[in-house]
Protein backbone atom coordinates (compact mmCIF):
# COMPACT_ATOMS: atom_id res chain seq x y z
CA UNK A 1 0.00 0.00 0.00
CA UNK A 2 1.48 3.70 -1.15
CA UNK A 3 0.12 6.72 0.18
CA UNK A 4 0.83 9.83 -1.61
CA UNK A 5 0.00 13.45 0.35
CA UNK A 6 -0.10 16.31 -1.78
CA UNK A 7 -1.72 19.70 -1.86
CA UNK A 8 0.54 21.06 1.12
CA UNK A 9 2.16 24.58 0.54
CA UNK A 10 2.32 28.62 1.75
CA UNK A 11 -0.78 30.70 2.70
CA UNK A 12 -1.84 33.66 5.04
CA UNK A 13 -3.06 33.40 8.10
CA UNK A 14 -6.84 33.09 7.79
CA UNK A 15 -6.43 31.24 4.35
CA UNK A 16 -7.71 27.40 3.60
CA UNK A 17 -6.01 24.95 2.06
CA UNK A 18 -6.84 21.25 1.05
CA UNK A 19 -4.50 18.61 1.19
CA UNK A 20 -5.40 15.17 -0.74
CA UNK A 21 -3.95 11.67 -0.08
CA UNK A 22 -4.22 9.26 -2.26
CA UNK A 23 -4.00 5.54 -1.38
CA UNK A 24 -3.29 3.09 -3.78
CA UNK A 25 -2.26 -0.66 -3.75
CA UNK A 26 -3.92 -4.36 -3.67
CA UNK A 27 -4.03 -4.61 -0.03
CA UNK A 28 -7.08 -2.64 0.02
CA UNK A 29 -8.70 -3.46 -2.91
CA UNK A 30 -12.26 -4.23 -2.01
CA UNK A 31 -11.41 -3.87 1.88
CA UNK A 32 -12.51 -1.20 4.09
CA UNK A 33 -9.64 1.19 6.00
CA UNK A 34 -9.84 3.79 8.41
CA UNK A 35 -8.05 6.99 7.31
CA UNK A 36 -6.55 10.13 9.25
CA UNK A 37 -4.00 12.87 9.25
CA UNK A 38 -1.53 13.89 11.81
CA UNK A 39 0.92 16.59 12.14
CA UNK A 40 4.70 17.22 12.97
CA UNK A 41 5.50 20.62 13.87
CA UNK A 42 9.88 21.56 14.04
CA UNK A 43 10.84 20.27 17.63
CA UNK A 44 7.32 18.85 18.34
CA UNK A 45 6.43 14.82 18.03
CA UNK A 46 3.92 13.65 15.92
CA UNK A 47 -0.12 14.81 16.78
CA UNK A 48 -2.94 13.81 15.72
CA UNK A 49 -5.21 16.18 13.45
CA UNK A 50 -8.42 14.74 12.18
CA UNK A 51 -9.77 11.09 11.55
CA UNK A 52 -12.86 9.26 9.50
CA UNK A 53 -14.70 6.28 9.36
CA UNK A 54 -14.62 4.00 6.05
CA UNK A 55 -18.51 5.30 5.01
CA UNK A 56 -17.15 8.62 5.83
CA UNK A 57 -20.38 8.65 8.82
CA UNK A 58 -18.31 9.28 11.58
CA UNK A 59 -15.27 11.70 11.90
CA UNK A 60 -12.79 13.38 15.02
CA UNK A 61 -11.12 16.01 15.45
CA UNK A 62 -8.16 17.30 17.50
CA UNK A 63 -9.42 19.93 19.61
CA UNK A 64 -7.74 22.62 18.33
CA UNK A 65 -9.20 22.41 14.54
CA UNK A 66 -12.72 21.99 15.46
CA UNK A 67 -14.78 24.18 13.45
CA UNK A 68 -12.14 25.33 11.07
CA UNK A 69 -10.80 21.46 9.52
CA UNK A 70 -12.84 19.05 7.60
CA UNK A 71 -11.83 15.66 6.54
CA UNK A 72 -13.73 14.20 3.57
CA UNK A 73 -13.04 10.76 1.65
CA UNK A 74 -13.76 9.76 -1.83
CA UNK A 75 -13.80 5.99 -1.69
CA UNK A 76 -14.57 5.14 -4.78
CA UNK A 77 -11.25 7.15 -6.26
CA UNK A 78 -9.34 6.04 -3.17
CA UNK A 79 -8.66 9.73 -2.10
CA UNK A 80 -8.95 11.31 0.95
CA UNK A 81 -9.02 15.19 1.94
CA UNK A 82 -8.57 17.82 4.88
CA UNK A 83 -9.88 21.20 4.23
CA UNK A 84 -8.26 23.63 6.20
CA UNK A 85 -9.67 27.03 7.04
CA UNK A 86 -9.20 29.88 8.73
CA UNK A 87 -5.62 28.61 9.14
CA UNK A 88 -3.19 29.96 11.70
CA UNK A 89 0.26 30.27 11.91
CA UNK A 90 0.05 27.63 14.71
CA UNK A 91 -1.27 25.00 11.93
CA UNK A 92 2.27 25.07 10.06
CA UNK A 93 3.61 21.78 10.18
CA UNK A 94 4.38 18.73 7.92
CA UNK A 95 1.24 16.99 7.12
CA UNK A 96 1.10 13.09 7.26
CA UNK A 97 -2.12 11.08 6.18
CA UNK A 98 -2.15 7.24 7.48
CA UNK A 99 -3.86 4.41 6.67
CA UNK A 100 -5.18 1.06 8.34
CA UNK A 101 -7.92 -1.67 7.52
CA UNK A 102 -10.92 -1.36 9.63
CA UNK A 103 -14.88 -2.39 9.79
CA UNK A 104 -17.55 0.11 9.28
CA UNK A 105 -17.62 2.83 11.51
CA UNK A 106 -14.64 3.28 13.35
CA UNK A 107 -12.31 5.88 14.29
CA UNK A 108 -8.91 5.46 14.52
CA UNK A 109 -7.09 8.53 16.31
CA UNK A 110 -4.05 7.40 17.52
CA UNK A 111 -0.73 7.03 15.13
CA UNK A 112 0.36 3.39 16.58
CA UNK A 113 -3.04 2.00 15.02
CA UNK A 114 -1.88 3.21 11.48
CA UNK A 115 0.14 0.45 9.50
CA UNK A 116 0.43 2.47 6.29
CA UNK A 117 1.98 6.31 6.30
CA UNK A 118 2.52 8.46 3.30
CA UNK A 119 5.33 10.59 2.93
CA UNK A 120 4.29 13.97 3.94
CA UNK A 121 3.14 17.62 2.46
CA UNK A 122 4.43 20.42 4.26
CA UNK A 123 1.89 23.29 4.92
CA UNK A 124 3.26 26.67 6.01
CA UNK A 125 0.89 29.90 7.55
CA UNK A 126 2.12 32.98 7.74
CA UNK A 127 1.00 35.85 10.11
Known amino acids: VQLQASGGGLVQAGGSLRISCTVS??????????VGWFRQAPGKERGFVAA????????SYVDSVKGRFTISRDNAANIFYLQMNSLKPEDTAVYYCAARSSVSGVVITTATEYTYWGQGTQVTVSS
Open 25 to 34: GRTFRNSMYA
Open 52 to 59: ISWGGTKT
